[in-house]
Nanobody
């Protein structure tokens, strides 16, 4: 199985940008479709972006579409989430997750492996 570790979170001002990384170990990342989730205090975990195994197909939740970009570098066993135009509503713990499938997965139940999360805080 695969182990996932997120990094790149932190404190950023509204309007700023951050890039999150998700590094995989164990089984190589090419075997999985990947996604990014987030969970804000008092709210349910939200699936915000998905990418297929090759990286050629992506999908986004409406809440982040046009501002966030998911990508992957299978040679580096890493998935990324570029976040632009951040606002206070983006404050959350961000998680990457892996699914045993080929296509883009935009339903939470499809994901089997999870990282521990990284905190993103946007100050207004």
């Amino acid at each position: 199985q695969v182990q996932l570790v997120e990094s790149g979170g932190g404190l950023v001002q509204a309007g700023g940008s951050l890039r999150l990384s998700c590094a995989a170990s164990g089984r190589t990342l090419i075997n999985y479709s990947m996604g990014w989730f987030r969970q804000a205090p008092g709210k349910e975990r939200e699936l915000i972006a998905g990418i297929n195994r090759s990286g050629r197909s992506t999908d986004y939740a409406d809440s982040v579409k046009g501002r966030f970009t998911i990508s992957r570098d299978n040679a580096k066993n890493t998935v990324y989430l570029q976040m632009n135009s951040l606002n206070a509503e983006d404050t959350a713990v961000y998680y990457c997750a892996a699914a045993d499938t080929m296509g883009v997965v935009m339903r939470a139940q499809g994901y089997r492996y999870w990282g521990q999360g990284t905190q993103v805080t946007v100050s207004s």
